[in-house]
């Protein structure tokens, strides 16, 4: 039966793509769907987005650990938004496909390059990593072993992307938004009556302080007000109405969201003790032991949407940017090809390090470190009209992404500092850069 119905979704998921493939006419259907999506398609593709496993269970596994303060996961996407909503004014006018271009405008080509370069490194340990949660979560739900998940999920989400691109995305988010929603409120509603027996730690604690809510802030929230996934949501929205109407929404679901995701994460607590989070997940031991079977099924199928859903974006995104290297420009008649080769290419790839390299994941993902500390604040500055010549801008991103990725791989307090301290730098660069060469 669960296997009908994994079946079942996942042709849903192709037939979507099929459809989206015979309305594609021109690359602005295939890069940004025509730039005539609606407020529920925008909103719902955002929060599919921001709704990965990582922040799904992530914020469970935080909850178990540090009590209340496991709601800071999504209460940082949440005010990430919050100041990406006056931005729009900055960016509703821009004709481009995607955060790059956007760089380029600014600061020149050589710097969009050097972003379409740097982002899909990142941005294929993303793919890899959900594609692991995919399998997983398959492995579970029918007979088929992790590897068999692994090949089953990633060719769908490939598939679907290669016809449709974002057109096939923005509609699939929406239905996959749908199963999200669904499985954690159904595994809320059936906890909640559960009393708390044990003392949770306030949202702020000594294992959580306010040092690690800033360095939260400047390396998760940043990534919501110009990060290059959430960006090419925005630009498929015909017009600035849409696009604000489409934060609002969203902030208003992760509030609720990062309350029950930690309530969860405490009733996890309250009933396992000494779980290693770092090999298990405390929500996935919850529908396993603790869900009625129709509640845990739901469930299921909710993460394994949210893999996907964050997979698709972030395959397309790592795709598009590379071909920007290689053709310099997406607006060419041949980009659309190359972005399908490319999909094809890290898709494989990603397959291959979540079956036979997973000793690089960790290399990858920790190269996601290098975005915030690069591109934020170059970005941030360039949308108020701050311009300054190609290198300074280059000697910053490098100078910022290395410091930032020192910080990641030292950890504990003193690289949280780091960390925060490639903020600072990047902007200073900059600064004295622009004072030099006026």
Sequence with gaps: MKEFILMIYFVVVILIGINSFKKIKNNKDFFIAG?????????GSLLASVLGSSAIIGSVNFAYLKGWAGSWLLLCAAFGMTLLYPLINHIKDFKGFNLPEMLGEFYGNNVKQLASLLIPVA???????????????????????????????GVVFIVYTILGGQLSIIKTDFVQLLFIILGIVATYIYIAPQPININPLPLINN??????????????????VVGPDIYSRLFCAKDEKVMKKSIIIAVAVLLPLAYILTRIGIYG????????????????????????????????????????????TTLLTAASLFTQVFTKDLHNKKSIFFTRIFIVIFGLFSLLVAIKMKYILSTLLSALAIYSGAF???????????????????????????IAL????????????????AFFINALILYIGKKITD
Excluded: C, H
């Design 406 to 421: 020192i910080g990641k791989k030292y950890g504990g307090d003193i690289g949280n500092y780091i960390s925060i301290s």
């Design 376 to 402: 934020i604040i170059p970005t941030f500055i360039g949308l108020f009209g701050f311009r300054v010549k190609e290198k300074v801008v280059i000697i910053a991103i490098l100078s910022g992404g290395i």
């Design 35 to 43: 730039k005539k999506a609606g407020v529920l398609q925008v909103s």
């Design 269 to 312: 607590q309250e009933i396992f003790s000494n779980v290693n989070i770092a090999n298990n997940s405390i929500l996935l031991l919850i529908a396993k032991n603790k869900l009625p079977n129709i509640i845990s099924i739901t469930l299921y199928f909710s993460l394994l949407s949210a893999v996907i859903s964050s997979a698709d």
């Design 207 to 224: 294992t959580f302080t306010p040092t690690d809510i800033l360095v939260m802030v400047l390396s998760y929230s940043t990534t919501f």
């Design 123 to 153: 941005w294929t340990g993303i793919v890899a990593s959900q594609i692991m949660g995919a399998a997983k979560i398959i492995s579970i739900l029918t007979t088929f072993n992790y590897t068999s998940g692994v090949i089953i999920s």
